[in-house]
């Protein structure tokens, strides 16, 4: 599975940006995706997560309210609708991707995924 993500950019804050996630291989609909971020000079953490049947989305604190995740019909494409944006969400933003079962809970930690994009990066000005 290779993923490329895009949509970054630079915000003033307050404003919106939609980041994508594309991505290319077999069997896609088995897999469960998830936004990373890293700000500079911190760990990468958690952002929101949706299951392999798009019917489940998970949401850190700070993203609740704020973002929204969703994904195609084909499972290939996952998009994070990032509305409201402050300063503290300047980042690089990294999708990922990990295969499991129908029944099994999204994951939400970054061990827990094994497919990774390069990142895009948003910068929310003050």
């Known amino acids: 599975v290779q993923l490329q993500a895009s949509g970054g950019g630079l915000v003033q804050a307050g404003g919106s940006l939609r980041l994508s996630c594309a991505a290319s291989g077999s069997s896609l609909d088995r897999y469960a995706r998830a936004w990373f971020r890293q700000a500079p000079g911190k760990e990468r953490e958690f952002v929101a997560a949706i299951s392999r049947s798009g019917r489940q989305t998970i949401y850190a604190d700070s993203s609740k309210g704020r973002f929204t995740m969703s994904r195609d019909s084909a499972k290939k494409t996952v998009c994070l609708q990032m509305n409201g944006l402050k300063p503290e969400d300047t980042a690089v933003y990294y999708c990922?991707?990990?295969?499991?079962?129908?029944?099994?809970?999204?994951?939400?930690?970054?061990?827990?995924?094994?497919?990774w994009g390069q990142g895009t990066e948003v910068t929310v000005s003050s």
């Open positions: 990922a991707a990990r295969s499991v079962i129908l029944t099994a809970p999204t994951p939400q930690q970054e061990s827990e995924y094994n497919y």
